[in-house]
């Protein structure tokens, strides 16, 4: 069973850091390519990032230079590194690979 487990969310004050982490099971990882997205509350989901198998990455505009993915394919683990957070960041970050998601875990982010 191919499964996606995040981890690390919680609540920051405005400013503040805070890093994901999502362990994937029963998937050729090292193949894979990791999407970090986020839905808000009364919002549509929104794709954060993506990390390929080549190691190439992406990241959405509203984040870009505050947040850093990489991944370390010895334990099957993708992180997101989340800096200068903002009130707008607070949402359910997921990871996905191949349209299976985790639950996701949540970041709140007060002003």
């Given at each position: 069973e191919r499964l996606l487990a995040e981890s690390g969310g919680g609540s920051v004050q405005s400013g503040g850091?805070?890093?994901l982490s999502c362990v994937a099971s029963g998937?050729?990882?090292s193949d894979s390519d990791v999407t970090w997205a986020r839905q808000a509350p009364g919002k549509g989901e929104e794709?954060?990032?993506k990390i390929f198998s080549d190691g190439n990455v992406v990241y959405a505009s509203a984040v870009k230079d505050r947040f850093s993915i990489s991944r370390d394919n010895s334990k099957n683990t993708v992180y997101l590194?989340?800096?200068s957070l903002k009130p707008e960041d607070t949402?359910?970050?997921f990871c996905e690979i191949d349209s299976i998601r985790g639950q996701g875990t949540q970041v709140t982010v007060s002003s």
């Open positions: 850091s805070l890093r998937f050729r990882f794709r954060v990032s590194e989340m800096n949402a359910n970050y």
